[in-house]
C-alpha cells in the first residue's frame, strides 16, 4: 500500500477547531511555516499548537503523544510537547489530530551550536534521563511502541541511496549503513526516535525544547544518536559521544542511523523542500566522515 496524503486547508483546520473545540473558535489560527514533513503545523491563539498528519505514516502520532508525554515530561531535563487535546476525524479529514502547548524558541542550527559543548552535554543529559526511564508497554500499545532493529529499514535505505547518488558517494553510503546492519545489537530502551537538531528549539543560547515524538518508542538507544551529527563538529561529536555513555557497536549502529535516516529524507524532500535539504546534506555529510 502507497502512502495516503488527504487534501485538506487552512479553512478546513479551523473548522475542526471550532466544531470540536467551540471554546477556542475566537483564537486566531496561523499556519507555522514551513512546519513537518509529517504534520501541517498551527498556532492557535498566543498559547496553543494544531498538529495536523500530512500522510497515513503519522496517524498515530496523536493518541501516541497523549498517552506517553504526560509520563514523560517529569522524569526529562528539557521541555517536551505537552497534549492539551486530541481532534476527531470530520469534515472529510480522515485522522485523529493533536493540541498541544505552545513552545517558544528557534529551531536548533548547526550555525548557532555545532561547536558548542554546553549543548552536547545537555543533549546527552537528556539522553541518558529518557534511556533510564522505567516504564512498563502494555499489550495494548506493544505493536505501536517496540520498535524492530535497524536492518527493518534495510530495503527502504538501499533505495532511497539508490535516489540520492548525484549528491552522495554511493559506495560509501552503503559501506557504512551495510556495517551498521552488522553490527552487534545493544540494550533496549525508551527513544525519541527523530532526535535531530529540525526538532530541538533553543533559547537564550541553550536547547529548550524537544519536539516531535511520533517516533517514540522502546527500541535501540543509537537511533538517537543521529543528532550528533546534524548538529556538532567532529571535535565536539567526540564530547557527546564520551558523555551519552554507549558502546562502539552503538555509534557503528548509530552512524548507519543517520545515514538512513537522511537518505530516506534527501530522497522525499530534498528537490522541494530546501530546509530539509539543508539539514540532510549536513547530516550525511558528518556521518560519512564518521
Known amino acids: ?34 512546519g513537518g514533513s509529517d504534520h ?26 497523549a498517552h506517553w508525554l504526560p509520563l514523560l515530561a517529569a522524569r526529562l ?13 470530520g469534515l472529510g479529514y480522515p485522522w485523529s489530530w493533536l493540541v498541544c502547548r505552545w513552545q517558544d524558541g528557534a529551531v536548533a542550527t548547526a550555525a548557532e551550536f555545532a561547536d558548542s559543548v554546553d549543548v552536547a552535554l545537555q543533549l546527552a543529559d537528556f539522553l541518558v534521563a ?9 499489550d495494548a500499545w506493544r505493536d505501536r511502541i517496540v520498535r524492530g532493529p535497524i ?23 552503503l559501506a557504512v549503513w551495510e556495517e551498521a546492519v552488522a553490527a552487534e545489537p545493544g540494550p533496549q530502551s525508551w527513544v525519541h526516535g527523530d532526535f535531530h537538531s529540525g526538532n530541538l528549539l533553543a533559547r537564550d543560547g541553550r536547547i529548550s525544547t524537544v519536539l516531535d515524538f511520533g517516533s517514540f518508542g522502546y527500541g535501540d538507544p543509537a537511533a538517537d544518536l543521529g543528532v550528533a551529527y546534524s548538529l556538532f563538529t ?27 535516516g537522511g537518505v530516506i529524507a534527501h530522497a522525499a524532500y530534498a528537490d522541494t523542500q530546501p530546509h530539509i535539504r539543508a539539514l540532510t546534506t549536513r547530516q550525511i555529510g558528518q556521518a560519512l566522515m564518521g
Open 234 to 260: 567532529p571535535s565536539v561529536r567526540l564530547r557527546f559521544r564520551e558523555a551519552v555513555g554507549l558502546d562502539d557497536a552503538a555509534w557503528i549502529r548509530a552512524r548507519g542511523d543517520a545515514i538512513a
Open 40 to 65: 501541517a503545523i498551527y498556532r492557535l491563539g498566543a498559547d496553543l499548537s494544531v498538529r495536523v498528519p500530512r500522510h497515513s505514516g503519522a496517524i498515530n502520532d496523536a493518541a501516541k503523544v
Open 77 to 89: 531535563p528539557l521541555q517536551i510537547p505537552e497534549p492539551v487535546a486530541v481532534g476527531r476525524p
Open 130 to 138: 529518557l534511556r533510564g526511564i522505567e516504564l512498563e508497554v502494555p
Open 1 to 34: 500500500m502507497g502512502v495516503h496524503r488527504p487534501q485538506f486547508d487552512d479553512a478546513l483546520v479551523r473548522q475542526l477547531v471550532d466544531d470540536q473545540f467551540p471554546d477556542w473558535a475566537g483564537l486566531t489560527l496561523d499556519r507555522v511555516l514551513p
Open 151 to 173: 536492518s527493518g529499514r534495510d530495503a527502504e535505505t538501499r533505495n532511497a541511496i539508490a535516489k540520492v547518488g548525484a549528491d552522495f558517494d554511493q559506495d560509501a553510503l
